[in-house]
Structure formats: structure tokens, C-alpha cells
């Protein structure tokens, strides 16, 4: 009993911010998804370190080479079989020929294609990758090292594993751009139809309502149709990223809205009123940090949807556009059905798509959870 009262008043002396964080971490799914995603935007910020090869990287007698998966053994270490290019004494096309005999060793933090670092800092070293100095004893008449491809390779040759980790860079952060911005809207429009009320509110939740009876995949894709080819790539993105925000703010709005509808009739609410404070600072100092972890599952879990909106406009090449790489643009390769039934690892970026919905998903679950902490357990 005492253990329990103990425990209780432990409980009751942390703050609320304490008690979430406590609550999440208990939630497995939830916990793991976060350091995955941890993991997904840190390769992406460090891409050019990440990836062997650089996203631009091309070897057309490389082109659609399978996947090199890595091996291990007590007599070469770390390895990859090689792959040779084979023709085919029928179609006489050149095929690739995985080569058992062909060791590549492989290692971490290794040399490999000179880089700049987020654009600034040179080096040359890649996490990993082909070691060239173990190579060079295996194959000491050798005169260059050899590509190595985790995942294959494109129509290219370019390493597809290096092109997922530069693509996240893009896809990633478009979701959070966007996120942001969602953000502000929902935030300032939500906040004053909740705190305003009358025939402003009304106004506002009409506007919502007519938007949100706008099917959204077909108006991406007419706003994304009506982008000018010519624009430059820098101007895609953010034009993609905007487009996805002004369509996406609604469900936050509401939210800010229901719960300021809740909140301002509070006593603490009516008390700053009657002291002279503006608006402006009840409704941001006052009443959204009461809801603040509310705001934050609800931003979570509306990631994903702006990750599809990119992939699906980049996929139907109404989006960001080559030389961009992202996810959507790399599976642009996969409109053919013949080229996937042949060369089924193009839709590997389609596992990355749906690690990452899935990892916010639960993250948002796991918030959602969290963000009331004095609830039944």
C-alpha cells in the first residue's frame, strides 16, 4: 500500500510535459517508429555520407543490374558477389550474370567518390561501401574498383539504394515544409473561428466545408498540371509544398476550433480578459498551450498524407520533376508493368514509402495515447 501511495505521489508531482513523455515510452510501436523515423531524416540531412554513390552517378553497362545483397564469411569478411554483363545468344541483349567467383569486399567508413557534405564540407568517406584497399590485394591486376549495388540498379545504372537516401531528402522535408505551414494556417484560422465566434466562425467553417468537398487527389493533380514546365526545380518544390498546405490546414483548424470553443468561457480565459489583455495573447499565451499535445498527434499523423500528395504527383509527372530525385520521380521507372515484372527491384522506393506512413501512423497513435496523461491506463 505504501509502495502504491508512493508511486501515486511520485506520479502526481510531475508536470504534465513529464507525464507524456512517460506515457509514450511505454508504447513499443510507438517508441520504435520514432527512432526509425530518427534514423530515415538523419540519413537524409547526411546523404552524401549515407549513400555509396552520389544520386546523379551513372553506368549504362550497369543498367537494370540486380541487387547485390551483402555476405559474410571467416575467409573474405564482409563481400558481395560480382556481376558481369552476359549476352544473350537469342535476343542478343546484354543481361547482367551474377559472378560467384568474383569477390567485392566491402566495409564501413571506406573512400570512396569525393563529396560535399550538405554542400560544404568535403570528404570522401562514405558509411559504406566498397573497401578499394582489401579489392586491390584480391585483385591485384585489377585497374578499377568496381560499382556495388545493394539494392540494383536503374534503366541508368545509378545506384538505386544511393538515389532512396538522396530522394528522402526530399520527400521527407516536403512533408515537413508543408507541415509547417499547414501549421500557421490551421493555427491562425482555427483560433480565430473558435475565439471570434458568430458570423466570422460561420464564414470559416463554410470555407472549410468547401474544400474539404473538393475531391483532393484530382485537385492536386489539376493545381500540379498547371505549374509551368518551365520552371525550375527549386521552384516545383515549394510550389508542391504550398499546394499540399493550402489543401491540408482544415483538420487542424477545426481542432483549434473546438477546443478554443471549450476553453474561452474558462475561468483563467475570462480573468485575462477582464485584466486588459488582447486577444492576440489570450489566445496563443492563454488557451493553445492547454491543447498543445492535441495539436501536435494531429500535425503527426497528417505527414503521411502530404508524403503520398508528393509521391503521387511526382509518380504521375505532374510533381518534381529529373534531375530532382525523390521517391515519386523513382518510381516514375514503374509505369511499365513489363520493366517491374522483369526488374522487380524498381519498387523498392515503395518500401521506404511505406515504412514511413507506417512509422508516423504509429508515432501519431502513440501521441494520441500519451497526450492525456491522467487518463485510465
Not at 197 to 225: M, Y
Request: hydrophobic residues 50%; charged residues 15%.
Amino acid at each position: 500500500m505504501s509502495t502504491s501511495n508512493g508511486h501515486q505521489d511520485a506520479t502526481a508531482a510531475l508536470s504534465q510535459w513529464q507525464l507524456i513523455r512517460l506515457r509514450f515510452v511505454k508504447h513499443r510501436a510507438a517508441l520504435v517508429c520514432f527512432f526509425l523515423l530518427i534514423v530515415l531524416y538523419l540519413g537524409a540531412i547526411f546523404a552524401e555520407f549515407a549513400a555509396p554513390y552520389s544520386s546523379q552517378r551513372k553506368d549504362v553497362d550497369r543498367a537494370f543490374s540486380p541487387p547485390q545483397p551483402p555476405r559474410i564469411s571467416l575467409q573474405h569478411g564482409l563481400y558481395a558477389y560480382g556481376v558481369s554483363r552476359q549476352v544473350d545468344p537469342v535476343s542478343f541483349r546484354k543481361q547482367p550474370l551474377v559472378q560467384p567467383d568474383d569477390i567485392v569486399p566491402l566495409g564501413f567508413f571506406v573512400r570512396g567518390e569525393p563529396y560535399k557534405l550538405l554542400g560544404l564540407i568535403p570528404g570522401t568517406r562514405h558509411f559504406f561501401g566498397v573497401d578499394p584497399v582489401r579489392y586491390q590485394k584480391l585483385h591485384p591486376e585489377a585497374k578499377t574498383v568496381p560499382a556495388w549495388y545493394l539494392f540494383g540498379a536503374d534503366k541508368y545504372g545509378e545506384d538505386i539504394f544511393s538515389r532512396i537516401v538522396f530522394g528522402a531528402r526530399i520527400s521527407l522535408s516536403i512533408g515537413l515544409l508543408a507541415i509547417a505551414v499547414t501549421f500557421v494556417l490551421g493555427i491562425v484560422i482555427g483560433g480565430v473561428s473558435g475565439y471570434v465566434g458568430g458570423t466570422t466562425d460561420t464564414l470559416i467553417q463554410r470555407l472549410i466545408e468547401i474544400i474539404n468537398a473538393f475531391p483532393q487527389l484530382p485537385l492536386w493533380l489539376a493545381l500540379g498540371a498547371a505549374m509551368p514546365s518551365d520552371w525550375s526545380s527549386l521552384r516545383i518544390y515549394f510550389s508542391i509544398t504550398i499546394v499540399l498546405s493550402l489543401l491540408g490546414w482544415t483538420n487542424l483548424a477545426r481542432v483549434v476550433r473546438g477546443k478554443l470553443l471549450a476553453l474561452r468561457e474558462e475561468d483563467y480565459a475570462v480573468a485575462a480578459r477582464l485584466l486588459g489583455a488582447s486577444h492576440t495573447r489570450i489566445i496563443f499565451r492563454h488557451l493553445l498551450p492547454g491543447f498543445t499535445s492535441h495539436i501536435i498527434v494531429t500535425l503527426t499523423l497528417r505527414v503521411p498524407t502530404m508524403i503520398l500528395g508528393e509521391t503521387s504527383l511526382s509518380f504521375l509527372g505532374l510533381g518534381l520533376r529529373p534531375p530532382i530525385v525523390s521517391w515519386g520521380v523513382m518510381l516514375q521507372d514503374c509505369m511499365n508493368m513489363q520493366v517491374v515484372a522483369n526488374y522487380p527491384w524498381l519498387l523498392l522506393p515503395l518500401i521506404f514509402i511505406i515504412l514511413t506512413v507506417l512509422s508516423f501512423n504509429f508515432l501519431g497513435d502513440g501521441l494520441r495515447d500519451a497526450a492525456d496523461p491522467y487518463g485510465e491506463r
